[in-house]
């Protein structure tokens, strides 16, 4: 099982970026998918989740900022990212709690796609 994120890039400030992130190998099912970013020097921290049943959370620094969100037919998830600025910048992560051929729960981690936004 694998997670491939993809989408990151340079922005300037206000600007806007659609991070994209797919899962793939052997699995029987996929349950909540979320984005966490982790900049030089801090602890990774989460930025949005969404359950299986679409249901999200975001944290409360984003103010209204992003918006996550998947597709289940592709085992994809997604986060559009507007009006960004220079604090966001950061690796992003994508992860999936994932139940595997076995029946047994894990919980992957794409490789990091970087964001940088520039003042």
């Known amino acids: 099982v694998q997670l491939q994120a993809s989408g990151g890039g340079l922005v300037q400030a206000g600007g806007s970026l659609r991070l994209s992130c797919e899962a793939s190998g052997t699995f029987i099912s996929i349950s909540n998918m979320g984005w966490y970013r982790q900049a030089p020097g801090q602890q990774r921290e989460m930025v949005a989740i969404i359950t299986s049943r679409y249901c999200t959370n975001y944290a409360d620094f984003l103010k209204g900022r992003f918006t996550i969100s998947r597709d289940n037919a592709k085992k994809m998830v997604y986060l559009q990212m507007n009006s960004l600025q220079p604090e966001d910048t950061a690796v992003y992560y994508c992860?999936?709690?994932?139940?595997?051929?076995?029946?047994?729960?894990?919980?992957?981690w794409g490789q990091g796609t970087q964001v940088t936004v520039s003042s």
């Open positions: 992860n999936a709690d994932i139940r595997d051929r076995r029946g047994t729960w894990y919980a992957y």
